[in-house]
């Protein structure tokens, strides 16, 4: 599903924190545990350049546990990144991340480390930003996009944090990570389709968490299609209209609400592994289709000059 959720307010937000970094000493980009691959914003890594980053993986406790710690050894080897996996519930250690984030600039000791705290919108930012200061200073909500401005915050210690808008990049080139994001609600409901993610779900369920489907539907077996899928489910949860037929926007629905509120247990949905698989696959995506532009826009140009050519000969004709 190809995204391009990228209001006004995003654009605005990323002229600011590009115009802010140059005073920032670190950064800390919080992701979603349950895909870090599809919550990590590339337009983030450009804007901070070497920057040190601190990789939070939020809501962890309803990411598979052996994942994330594969997903944090992952991370933790790239250059001038360090990683944590952090719950809303472990207050201890989201207040350590400041000081995580402290001893990444060592050079600074002593003196006050500005800290960015960015991420795409519903990962959990504002709630690490309201553990790490104490006190209730960031919107918090179900909704992505609640926070719409930079705040500055002394949080003790000589750190003081910098709240940021959530923002995503102007276009998810990877259809797989715009399905993940829609399902997890890191994309507007008036963006998406709910029909088509929850396809997308009952796909991704299917191959990788069949049992968890079995029992939450009560299923004896798994559909072999899709479409049979999500009308088992709808069946199972009183989706239907007339002449009995599912509903299915309503039984993707229930499918997308129950997989993102942990109603299917705990989940990741990537792995390293399958992130390097979907970089290439895209990689060559974008590079087939930036050629088939260049054909296009070529073959545009040529028939513009040869518009303009047969012009030029009808006024040499004509006089």
């Known amino acids: 599903m190809a995204i391009q959720w990228f209001p006004g307010h995003m654009h605005k937000a990323r002229l600011e924190m590009q115009a802010t970094l140059p005073k920032v000493d670190v950064l800390i980009e ?56 952090v719950t809303t519930e472990d207050i201890p250690t989201i207040r350590r991340l400041k000081h995580t984030a402290a001893r ?5 000791e002593g003196r006050t480390v500005t800290v960015m705290v960015a991420g795409i919108p519903n990962v959990g930012k504002s709630t690490l930003i309201n553990v790490l200061a104490g006190r209730k200073i960031a919107k918090t909500g179900n909704t992505p996009a609640v926070t719409k ?17 959530g923002v995503m ?12 994001l829609a399902i997890l609600g890191s994309i507007k409901e008036t963006a998406m389709d709910y029909a088509d993610i929850g396809f997308f779900a009952a796909k991704c369920m299917a191959q990788d968490f069949p ?18 899928l999500i009308e088992a489910i709808g069946r199972k949860r009183g989706c239907l209209g007339k002449h009995n ?5 309503r039984a993707s629905r229930i499918l997308v609400t129950e997989l993102r509120s942990g109603g299917m247990g705990r989940l ?30 070529a073959k545009r140009k040529k028939r513009f000059r040869d518009k303009q050519k047969a012009a030029r000969k009808a006024r040499e004709h004509g006089r």
């Open 245 to 249: 037929t599912v509903d299915l926007d």
């Open 104 to 108: 990444m600039v060592p050079h600074r």
């Open 149 to 165: 401005q930079q705040q500055r915050v002394p949080i003790g210690d000589s750190v003081t944090l910098l709240d940021t808008p």
């Open 211 to 228: 049992e968890r489907l079995r029992e939450r539907y009560h299923l004896e077996q798994i559909p072999d299609s899709e479409l049979e």
């Open 30 to 85: 919080v992701l979603d545990a349950r895909i870090p691959y599809s919550s990590e914003n590339p337009m983030l890594q450009e804007l901070r350049g070497n920057k040190p980053c601190l990789k939070v993986l939020a809501k962890s406790d309803l990411a598979d546990e052996a994942r994330t710690k594969q997903w944090v050894e992952f991370l933790d080897q790239m250059e001038n990144v360090r990683a944590r996996a």
């Open 169 to 180: 990049w102007p276009n998810v080139e990877n259809p797989n990570s715009g399905y993940r």
């Open 268 to 297: 990741t949905l990537e792995t390293p592994e399958s992130m390097k698989h979907e970089r290439k696959r895209t990689a060559i995506a974008v590079a087939e289709k930036a050629e088939r532009d260049r054909e296009k826009d």
